[in-house]
Each structure stands twice: as C-alpha cells, then as structure tokens.
C-alpha cells in the first residue's frame, strides 16, 4: 500500500472512494465539502491509499482556527477519512490517519481536530478535545466526538474554541442534526450508565 498525494487526474476517484464510504450519491454532501474546501482556498492536503495501482482510501485536511486569548491560531481539521468498503478492516484508515498526522506535523501544525470514534481514534493518537480545554464548534458535536492531537509545535496557551471553515457549515457537514443526534446522545448516556453501575468504577473493556 501507498499513500501519497492525490494527482489532479485522480480527484474523480478520490471522490467516487469518499461516496462509497458514505454511502452517499456521487454528489452528496461530503464530496460537495470537499469541492468546497478546495475552492474556497480552506484545504490543506488530499491523500489517497493506493494499492495495485487501485485508489481505496482518502483522507483530507483542511485549514481552521483555535480562537485562544492570546491570538487566533490556524490549526488542522481532518475530514474526510475514507475507505473503500471493500478494504475496510485492513488498516487503510490507520495508515491515512498516520500520514495525515505526519502531514500536518511537517507543515507546522499545532494541532488536528476531528469528528469521530473516540475508541477508533483514540487508538490512533487522538484524545477529548475537551478534556484538554477546547470548546467544539458547535454543541451539536457529540463531546466524546470531538477530537484532537497535539503535535511538536503546540503550547499550552493554543486552547479555546475551534472554528472551522466556511465549508463546513455551508454543506451541512458539522455535527449531526435530529433524529440521528438524539439516538446517539441516548447512546451515550446509556453507556455512561453502565460505567457507573453497581460496583461502581468503570464496566467491562474499552476498546
């Protein structure tokens, strides 16, 4: 496998592996964001996994903000991850979150947010953006969803509340919206019941 960065002849493929992995129409709206982010000047890098000359995987970074007392601090939000379904659960995600993280880090980045797992992320260098003093965008982020990794050039004044770009919100991609933000909201305060069922302290395994 190889992961490097698309080529402009490929973007078509990238965005055919992205509405895969969404199940979406070609069109739908996370390929719209990404068309977006690209015009609007707000993307940072597009990656692709590549194997037998096959695209399988995407992962894109784009540009946006920690709004922190001392000053505005452009940081790196990671969105989307991509993997085509027949290649998920070979570590194609893994690999792109690695080289996003690497990117990011080489261009000077303090930090990468994300909306996602934190039991999928978490084991891929990501931890509670809000444990460690940001504030999400938008409370309809799920908490335990909102993620980040500190890379080399952070400090500890960069804290505050993440902005993101303008093409996010005009493709309707931020957080999620009812009914599907109810049921995970009701998901998650059913498993923090059980973390505090009787015995006390946390139940069963995290993965």
């Not at 939000?77 to 792109?96: E, I, K």
Request: charge should be negative; aromatic fraction near 8%.
């Amino acid at each position: 496998m190889e992961i490097r960065n698309v080529m402009p002849a490929e973007e078509l493929a990238a965005e055919t592996v992205v509405s895969a992995a969404f199940g979406e129409p070609r069109d739908g709206r996370v390929v719209q964001m990404m068309r977006a982010l690209q015009t609007s000047g707000a993307a940072r890098a597009s990656l692709v996994a590549v194997v037998d000359e096959e695209l399988v995987g995407h992962v894109g970074l784009s540009r946006g903000w920690v709004d922190a007392r001392r000053e505005l601090v452009e940081v790196v939000v990671l969105s989307p991850l991509s993997v085509r379904p027949d290649f998920q659960g070979r570590g194609v995600g893994t690999a792109l979150v690695a080289a996003a993280l690497e990117t990011a880090g080489d261009r000077g980045a303090p930090a990468v947010f994300l909306e996602g797992s934190p039991h999928y992320y978490g084991r891929r260098g990501f931890s509670s953006a809000s444990a460690l003093g940001f504030d999400r965008p938008s409370t309809r982020i799920p908490d335990p969803g909102f993620q980040v990794a500190l890379l080399s050039s952070y400090q500890p004044w960069m804290v505050g509340q993440l902005v993101y770009p303008e093409a996010f919100w005009t493709t309707g991609t931020v957080g999620l919206r009812d009914p599907e933000l109810e049921q995970v909201e009701a998901q998650i305060a059913s498993w923090r019941a059980g973390e505090q069922g009787p015995g006390g302290g946390a139940a069963g395994g995290s993965s």
